[in-house]
């Protein structure tokens, strides 16, 4: 007996078998030269490579892990957002028995594209989700709140509308008044810098005018033009 233990302690000291150790199932193997990553394929449905969703969004994501063609369970997954992309819920979860793996990925509240990056071994993939201005939050002035200007004359006055963050919003209806003068056009609508314009003209007569821009439940701005 004691003589059969001696031989088994020979064999792994030789590293002779492979039983002698143990394997975690993780992205990595042990070689001559110390340790190589596994060669996984990361690979994520359509859905998930790319998307568009409001500032601040909760993104369900998951990317699928295959070894030699096979999908691999246990295998750990790091996720690793872009700078500027938002945040994940985990920094790594672990493959299931279909070789899925899922994290929670909330993007920016800045409107542009986000970026995500799947890695196991040295296998990867990348994930995009282009984050959209929020609700309509304020009405601002974009450009100078005083004009002077000489009786008859016009000038170009522009609103800017933005979310809760500073994100500029398209496709707002924005209405024109004035207390004297002329508009055009009486209304306008946000383009993709979020801005609204119009033209205002002075009548004959030197006096002060006041434009006022609204919107949609956002609380109204209004200029001040002076005609000489």
């Given at each position: 007996?004691?003589?059969?233990?001696?031989?088994?302690?020979?064999?792994?000291?030789?590293?002779?078998?492979?039983?002698?150790?143990?394997?975690?199932?993780?992205?990595?193997?042990?070689?001559?030269?110390?340790?190589?990553?596994?060669?996984?394929?990361?690979?994520?449905?359509?859905?998930?490579?790319?998307?568009?969703?409001?500032?601040g969004?909760?993104?369900?994501?998951?990317?699928?892990?295959?070894?030699?063609?096979?999908?691999?369970?246990?295998?750990?997954?790091?996720?690793?957002?872009?700078?500027?992309?938002?945040?994940?819920?985990?920094?790594?979860?672990?493959?299931?028995a279909?070789?899925?793996?899922?994290?929670?990925?909330?993007?920016?509240?800045?409107?542009?594209?986000?970026?995500?990056?799947?890695?196991?071994?040295?296998?990867?993939?990348?994930?995009?989700?282009?984050?959209?201005?929020?609700?309509?939050?304020?009405?601002?002035?974009?450009?100078p709140?005083?004009?002077?200007?000489?009786?008859?004359?016009?000038?170009?006055?522009?609103?800017r509308?933005?979310?809760?963050?500073?994100?500029?919003?398209?496709?707002?209806?924005?209405?024109?008044?004035?207390?004297?003068?002329?508009?055009?056009?009486?209304?306008?609508?946000?383009?993709?810098?979020?801005?609204?314009?119009?033209v205002?003209?002075?009548?004959?007569?030197?006096?002060?005018?006041?434009?006022?821009?609204?919107?949609?439940g956002?609380?109204?701005?209004?200029?001040?033009?002076?005609?000489?």
């Amino acid at each position: 007996m004691r003589r059969s233990f001696l031989l088994i302690l020979a064999l792994c000291g030789a590293g002779v078998a492979a039983a002698c150790s143990s394997s975690d199932g993780g992205s990595g193997t042990t070689g001559p030269g110390g340790p190589t990553a596994t060669a996984y394929s990361l690979s994520a449905d359509s859905v998930f490579l790319d998307r568009t969703a409001p500032i601040g969004t909760a993104l369900t994501t998951s990317v699928h892990v295959a070894l030699g063609g096979q999908p691999a369970a246990n295998v750990t997954v790091n996720w690793i957002p872009a700078v500027g992309s938002g945040a994940v819920s985990a920094k790594t979860s672990a493959t299931d028995a279909s070789g899925v793996a899922s994290v929670i990925w909330t993007i920016s509240d800045t409107a542009h594209v986000n970026t995500l990056t799947a890695t196991a071994g040295t296998g990867s993939v990348n994930m995009t989700a282009t984050s959209t201005a929020g609700n309509p939050f304020a009405l601002a002035k974009a450009s100078p709140d005083s004009t002077l200007l000489v009786a008859g004359a016009s000038t170009l006055l522009t609103v800017r509308v933005v979310d809760s963050f500073g994100n500029r919003v398209a496709g707002i209806p924005v209405s024109w008044t004035a207390t004297g003068g002329s508009l055009s056009p009486a209304s306008s609508t946000t383009g993709a810098n979020g801005n609204a314009d119009v033209v205002f003209v002075t009548s004959g007569t030197p006096t002060t005018y006041s434009v006022t821009a609204t919107a949609p439940g956002l609380t109204a701005v209004s200029y001040k033009v002076i005609g000489f």
